[in-house]
């Protein structure tokens, strides 16, 4: 803060000693909005996040995600739009991730943490669940969100790991024991959550800071002084359009950035997946190996 | 010449307004980044206690089914009673945080916690407990209890680390300082927590 203090009172002296005010209060007034914006860009947080062993949410975003490729493609697809399907009727986002390794971590942290990261569930509801499979460690994982773990106990999620995956899985058949799995749980979730009528429309906040604040200051100052400056011809002309456009573009960039930041990710439409709601997990669930 | 030096002057003043609703909107964001950290940090705590009053919970139906099955490790039940019952007459204040009654907190948990991995291991000589479905429930739920209680311990580390280093920074240090704000304490990781029941022989 300081320098700029002492940047102003420099400029205000020089100011006062030139008689041709017009020019240099533009200038003073641009250099501000330089300086201003400059501030105000350093104040945005960098957007840093510790990288981990999670895979990054796909895009486009899917359901199932058999990274280990424990499916065929139409096995994979067919479950896939059974879990859209499930999705669209209920809201409810039953993901199922398949990995090579969980390299060295425990597999209840993993599937609570790609739950997590990922989004799984809508954010209000908590009505995520994740069923992960890792193929090298022979490991499985039922993790509930916070919505459906009052359902989905931790007791319920360890019979539906013995009774359909386990089974299954020893005689290597993923999709049977994959399928059985979600008609397990979906039939046990049933009836606890609906899909919102014409959900996912989200309300666009305005944002108003000081800043921008400032920027319609400014306006106003060089509203008046163009008032002020009437009789004198030649400012009245100068200051009226040139800077009307100025101000107007930096204006209209300071609020679109402000709007961009807001959280974009319901592309998809059609029959393929919108994307993933921002639920959370909480270490819910249960896992077995086979 | 008066009209020049008038347009002079309200630029003038223009800038100290500029510099005052600055300076104004600089401490106000800074406390109020505060307030929502320090709330942030509040809110995980309570899913924190949440999470061990879950555990609290499920210890009077455990030690009833381990009874019946169980009748000569009376100790070891006792154990955990009382362990528990320690642990539910800590109370701490959330508007007080600091490492002194966070590692108070803890040392109790961690207590039932051993008494807990004590009953687990010698619930091993007896078969039949082991094929009992309610007892099978209890553990599982008992097992996600503790994965929820590392989550959650992790996520309040978290949110307090983000306070303590926005509370420990310039010029938040002086506004804090000023408002009343406090540094918070961690859960330090506890060995008996997260190890697996091993058998001791005492």
């Keep these: 803060m300081l320098p700029q203090r002492a940047n102003i009172k420099a400029n205000n002296k ?4 030139v008689n041709n005010k017009s020019k240099y209060s533009a200038q003073l007034v641009k250099g501000f909005f330089l300086l201003a914006s400059l501030l105000w ?28 490729q424990l499916l065929n493609q139409s096995e994979s697809e067919t479950l896939e ?19 090579e390794s969980l390299e060295e971590e425990e597999i209840a942290d993993y599937a609570t943490q790609l ?13 995520g669940v994740v069923l992960l499979v890792s193929k090298g460690d022979r490991k499985m994982f039922i993790a509930t969100g916070y919505g459906t773990e009052t359902i989905l106990t931790d007791a319920v999620c360890k019979r539906i790991i013995e009774q ?43 944002r108003i800071d000081p800043l921008s604040l400032i920027f319609l200051f400014f306006i106003l100052v060089q509203f008046l002084s163009s008032i002020f400056g009437k009789n004198n011809k030649t400012y009245g002309r100068r200051g009226g359009l040139a800077d009307s456009i100025f101000w107007g573009s930096a204006l209209g960039s300071s609020w679109g950035s ?23 997990f909480g270490g819910g669930g249960a896992g077995g190996s086979w | 010449m008066k009209k020049p030096i008038l347009i002079t002057l309200g630029i003038i003043v223009g800038v100290i307004a500029l510099i005052g609703i600055l300076a104004f909107s600089i401490f106000g964001g800074t406390y109020n980044q505060l307030v929502s950290l320090d709330e942030n940090a509040k809110s995980s705590w309570s899913q924190v206690e949440n999470v061990y009053q879950r555990r609290l919970d499920l210890i009077p139906n455990l030690v009833s089914t381990v009874k019946g ?45 051993s008494a807990l991995s004590k009953l687990m291991v010698v619930v091993e000589k007896y078969p039949d407990l082991k094929a009992n479905q309610n007892f099978l429930e209890l553990q599982s739920q008992l097992e996600g209890t503790e994965n929820r209680i590392a989550v959650e311990r992790k996520r309040f580390n978290d949110t307090v ?42």
């Design chain 1, 14 to 17: 020089v100011i006062s000693k």
């Design chain 1, 81 to 99: 739009q059974k879990l859209i399907e499930y999705e669209k009727k209920t809201s409810t986002q039953i993901a199922i991730v398949t990995i």
């Design chain 1, 164 to 206: 359909d995956l386990i089974p299954n899985f020893k005689q290597g058949n993923y999709n049977a024991g994959l399928n059985q799995a979600f008609a397990h749980i979906s039939g046990l979730l049933d009836g606890s959550f609906k899909a919102d009528s014409l959900n996912t429309s989200q309300s666009t906040k305005i």
């Design chain 2, 161 to 202: 680390q983000e306070y303590n280093t926005y509370l420990r920074k310039f010029p938040q240090s002086l506004i804090a300082g000023m408002m009343g704000f406090e540094k918070k304490g961690y859960f330090e990781s506890d060995a008996a927590a997260k190890k697996a029941p091993t058998i001791s022989f005492e």
């Design chain 2, 69 to 113: 099955y169980a009748k000569f490790e009376k100790e070891t039940l006792v154990g955990v009673i009382e362990a528990r019952a320690k642990a539910t007459s800590v109370n701490i204040n959330p508007d007080k945080l600091d490492a002194g009654s966070i590692q108070k907190f803890q040392e109790a948990q961690s207590g039932l916690s």
């Design chain 1, 258 to 280: 402000g709007s961009s930041s807001s959280f974009k990710d319901f592309s998809g439409g059609g029959g393929s997946f919108g994307g993933f709601g921002g639920g959370d």
């Design chain 1, 115 to 127: 739950g997590h990261e990922w989004g799984i569930g809508q954010k209000d509801k908590g009505n």
């Design chain 1, 41 to 68: 860009i350093m104040s945005f947080p960098l957007l840093s996040k510790a990288k981990s062993t999670i895979p990054a949410r796909p895009d486009p975003p899917h359901l199932v995600n058999d990274f280990a």
